[in-house]
C-alpha cells in the first residue's frame, strides 16, 4: 500500500470519528454535530463518581425537578 493510501486512510478514520452528520443537496454538503471530548470534563466526572456528596447531589437531581443541580448529556453533574 502506498503512503498516499495510508495517509488517506488514516484522513478517513479521523473524519469518521468526529461524528458528524452530513446533508447533501445538489449544490452543497453541509456538517454538523461536531462532538469535542475534553479529558479534563472526563477526569471531573471521574471524580464526582468518586465524590459521596457528588453522588448523592447527582441521584437528588434526578429525584427532583427543582434542583439547581443537573446531570447533563455526558453524566456530569453541573450546578
Known amino acids: 500500500m502506498s503512503v498516499i493510501m495510508v495517509k488517506e486512510l488514516e484522513l478517513l478514520e479521523q473524519f469518521r470519528d468526529l461524528s458528524l452528520v452530513c446533508?447533501?443537496?445538489p449544490q452543497s454538503v453541509k456538517l454538523g454535530m461536531m462532538k469535542i471530548?475534553?479529558?479534563f470534563l472526563n477526569?471531573?466526572?471521574?471524580?464526582?463518581k468518586a465524590d459521596v456528596?457528588?453522588?448523592d447531589l447527582s441521584i437528588d437531581s434526578n429525584q427532583t425537578k427543582d434542583s439547581d443541580f443537573k446531570?447533563?448529556?455526558?453524566g456530569v453533574l453541573l450546578f
Not at 71 to 74: C, N, P
Open 23 to 25: 446533508e447533501l443537496s
Open 71 to 74: 446531570v447533563d448529556d455526558q
Open 37 to 39: 471530548n475534553s479529558e
Open 43 to 48: 477526569s471531573i466526572k471521574e471524580a464526582q
Open 53 to 55: 456528596k457528588c453522588v
